[in-house]
């Protein structure tokens, strides 16, 4: 069963990656969602870190038999600063999680603040970067988690 | 108006906005992203960013009106405020955030109060300047004319 989970889920990163971009301000939602769509990804978003587990299957009320998207997604992009569970708590859940911990988590704010930016990259970020994103920022993220 | 000079009063006016400060390089990643699958992406993300900052605008009036302000509140406002005006390229709403955020560290209502009072004019000049340049957009189009890119 995981074995085909896994494989299927290389067969689509190829194609079209999907991303779950987690972001609490909806003008940054709506741009976000278009870049990605932009550069070929499909696209799902979430207004907080909370509905952004559950999506994943790491929510407080995963159980195996709920259905997960956890293995369908190929990169995870997240605001740093949200009420109640911020991008960098987001992060570590994912990275604490057995099923997500490989996918590369992206980091967005729009503050420059070099404690905040070693922190995440410790935790296990990808790439931390400066919102608001640009197409070029997106086409590199894309290259990246496709390896093109 | 012909096309042409429906055309021409566009590119006026846009390039008025950008050298005016009303609009920055952000806006023109705005109008880069739109194409045939999302003609009016613009227009929803600007009109998504109309909504929140009245949202926010009353929000921030109602916070600094309370006998004891929640200074936390209202930077959280303004934080939010910030961000969308950035990501669509509203240059002086974004730029009238900054001191805001100052003096809501300082704890300083009467301050905020004129910040608040900065931003709400910034923000309904470009609210109306998008409108406007909206209009001349779709006046073009009914014209049968195409909707000039700007570099």
């Known amino acids: ?148 | 108006m012909e096309v042409g000079q429906l055309q021409r009063s566009f590119i006026e006016y846009m390039s008025s906005l950008f050298n005016e400060g009303f609009l920055d390089a952000q806006f023109s990643q705005l109008q880069q992203l739109q194409d045939e699958s999302n003609p009016d992406f613009v227009v929803e993300v600007v009109s998504l960013f109309f909504e929140d900052s009245e949202r926010l605008l009353n929000d921030l009036t109602m916070a600094l009106d309370q006998p004891n302000v929640d200074f936390k509140q209202v930077d959280a406002h303004v934080h939010q405020l910030k961000g969308s005006s950035s990501s669509v390229g509203a240059q002086r709403v974004k730029n009238c955030c900054v001191p805001f955020r100052s003096v809501c560290e300082e704890k300083n209502t009467e301050a905020c109060l004129r910040c608040l009072q900065q931003i709400k004019q910034e923000y309904l000049l470009v609210k109306n300047k998008l409108q406007t340049l909206f209009e001349l957009e779709q006046q073009i189009v009914a014209a049968g004319g195409a909707i000039p890119m700007m570099q």
């Open chain 1, 1 to 148: 069963m995981e074995t085909f989970a896994s494989s299927a889920s290389s067969l689509s990163i190829s194609s079209e990656p999907h991303v779950l971009a987690v972001d609490d301000n909806l003008v940054d939602r709506k741009l976000v969602e278009k870049l990605l769509k932009k550069s070929s990804c499909k696209v799902t978003t979430a207004e907080d870190g909370l509905r952004a587990l559950e999506y994943l299957g790491l929510g407080a009320h995963h159980d195996s038999s709920t259905n997960s998207n956890g293995s369908k997604v190929n990169m995870i992009i997240t605001d740093y600063c949200m009420p109640g569970m911020t991008g960098y708590e987001l992060l570590k859940k994912i990275k604490e999680s057995s099923i997500m911990k490989d996918v590369p988590v992206v980091i967005v704010s729009s503050e420059n603040i070099p404690t905040r930016i070693n922190q995440c990259m410790e935790e296990g970020a990808q790439i931390f970067m400066l919102k608001p994103l640009k197409h070029s920022d997106v086409e590199r993220l894309r290259c990246q988690i496709t390896q093109c």
